[in-house]
């Protein structure tokens, strides 16, 4: 079964830094989607994107926050400066349509940031 | 404000029990809804979906029922197994935010006793 895959598993990074989170979407969904998960709390939308274009994107989404899809296969999320409170999991997610259809989530990169 | 809330954090079963997980949502625009199943180190998983012109749906083990007068969501799995342990989450699309956007409930956690 096609799946969403992220990489790495694991980012550990000091704040301040930038970080670059990876996914490869399900080879033919052209809807994309980042989420994250603080420990313990929901997991919240931060952004979706098409047609190489953000479609929409949350309050947490700010000005540190881009994603790009540099080739045809990987969506990317990057952190500029990152934060302590951007330690989280941080989940891509595709689809194949717009609209009500279900989201496929890759298994996360878990991002710490010290 | 839109949210979606899951009546209990944990719930506790023997295997061959039949399982239902409650999901409260409070948007009365939402047209679309979802369960997703999260097992540890995994990203949510797709279980089951209903549309709002539905008030019940059947998959394999799993049954989603809906009823829009309360704004209640439960899903129900028959025979319980060892494998079901995980946070459920119920995720809906709320229309007035865009077709795009999925928000989640807090999750509810299943465990299944041998």
């Known amino acids: 079964e096609p799946e969403v895959t992220q990489t790495p598993s694991h980012q550990v990074t000091q704040m301040g830094q930038e970080v670059i989170l990876r996914c490869v979407p399900i080879s033919n969904h052209l809807y994309f989607y980042w989420y994250r998960q603080i420990l313990g709390q929901k997991v919240e939308f931060l952004v979706s994107f098409y047609n190489n274009e953000i479609s929409e994107k949350s309050e947490i989404f700010d000005d540190q926050f881009s994603v790009e899809r540099p080739d045809g296969s990987n969506f990317t999320l990057k952190i500029r400066s990152t934060k302590l409170e951007d330690s989280a999991m941080y989940f891509c997610a595709s689809s194949d349509k717009w609209g009500n259809q279900p989201q496929h989530f890759g298994d996360g990169t878990r991002l710490s940031i010290l | ?114």
């Open chain 2, 1 to 114: 404000g839109e949210s979606v809330g899951l009546h209990l954090p944990t719930l506790s079963v023997q295997e061959g029990d039949n399982s239902i997980i409650n999901c409260a949502y409070s948007n009365s625009a939402s047209d679309y809804f979802i369960w997703y199943k999260q097992e540890s180190g995994k990203g949510p998983q797709f279980i089951i979906d209903i549309r709002s012109n539905m008030d019940k749906r059947q998959g394999q083990r799993v049954t989603v029922l809906l009823n829009k007068t309360v704004k209640h969501l439960s899903l129900q799995i028959a025979a319980t197994q060892p494998g079901d342990s995980a946070v459920y989450f119920c995720a809906e699309f709320p229309m007035n935010t865009g077709f795009q956007k999925l928000v989640f409930g807090t999750g509810t956690r299943l465990l299944v006793s041998p």
